[in-house]
């Protein structure tokens, strides 16, 4: 068990809900990979709209928690005003706060996201912000209240694992205290047993399981391979 926005959660692993061939396979695979925790952004599944309804009647009927994401935002301004619908469509005060700085590979502008997660939080928000590995703007969104910081593995969707362990290693070390979760850039099982060695405390992805050949049998390696990851960080890695 492990603590997540005062909530004790099994599942070291969180999934999102894009990009799955069907609804029924992203069913599956959810259930497959045990996790407790799925993603997903309100401007892409219209709550509204009838197949909006019948997304969220499925992840409700699975029972597991739901962290709004605002991707596809461009603004603090617009974050902020995606992270207020969803407070009201899900009655949940958590938000996987994403604001977008550049198009190509989706890199979180720090100066916005740290602007709207000032603001959130003095609006009673649980933010989870998405970010880089930079150790600044970590410590600067930790002052401002977060705790919960998702630096990035690698860009979004990229498969290219971690990218840079010396940064990501160096936020753990300074950052005891926080939740830390790897979020985006892993690609394959063996991505998430580093993150969890290292002793993050979770991984988020979507892409390494939506997109491969057999979804459901990749969210089940996930499910092992962040178990594997965090026994080894508890047992203590032996030196090279």
């Not at 928000?125 to 600044?136: A, G, I, K, R, S």
């Not at 919960?148 to 010396?166: D, E, F, Q, S």
């Not at 690609?187 to 992805?205: C, F, I, N, R």
Request: net charge neutral.
């Amino acid at each position: 068990m492990w603590s997540v926005g005062n909530q004790e959660i099994d599942s070291r692993l969180l999934l999102g809900t894009a990009l799955y061939p069907s609804p029924s396979v992203m069913q599956l695979a959810i259930k497959a990979s045990g996790t407790q925790i799925v993603t997903c952004a309100l401007r892409r599944q219209n709550p509204q709209d009838k197949s909006g309804q019948d997304f969220w009647r499925l992840l409700r009927q699975m029972n597991v928690k739901l962290l709004p994401n605002t991707a596809g935002c461009h603004s603090a301004k617009e974050a902020i005003t995606t992270a207020q619908m969803a407070r009201e469509l899900f009655g949940t005060n958590w938000i996987k706060l994403e604001v977008i700085g550049d198009d190509y590979n989706l890199q979180p502008d720090p100066f916005a996201l740290l602007t709207a997660c000032k603001e959130l939080i003095s609006q009673g928000f649980e933010v989870f912000p998405y970010c880089t590995d930079d150790l600044v703007l970590c410590e600067k969104l930790a002052a401002a209240g977060c705790q919960v910081l998702m630096p990035w593995g690698a860009p979004i969707g990229t498969g290219k694992g971690l990218m840079n362990r010396y940064a990501l290693r160096t936020l753990r070390e300074r950052l005891p205290h926080l939740t830390l979760i790897v979020d985006a850039g892993i690609g394959k099982p063996s991505h998430a047993t580093q993150a969890l060695e290292m002793g993050y405390d979770a991984v988020l992805l979507n892409t390494a399981v939506a997109q491969s050949n057999d979804p459901v049998t990749m969210a089940k390696g996930f499910r092992h391979a962040v178990e594997a990851g965090r026994l080894a960080f508890q047992a203590g890695i032996m030196p090279e």
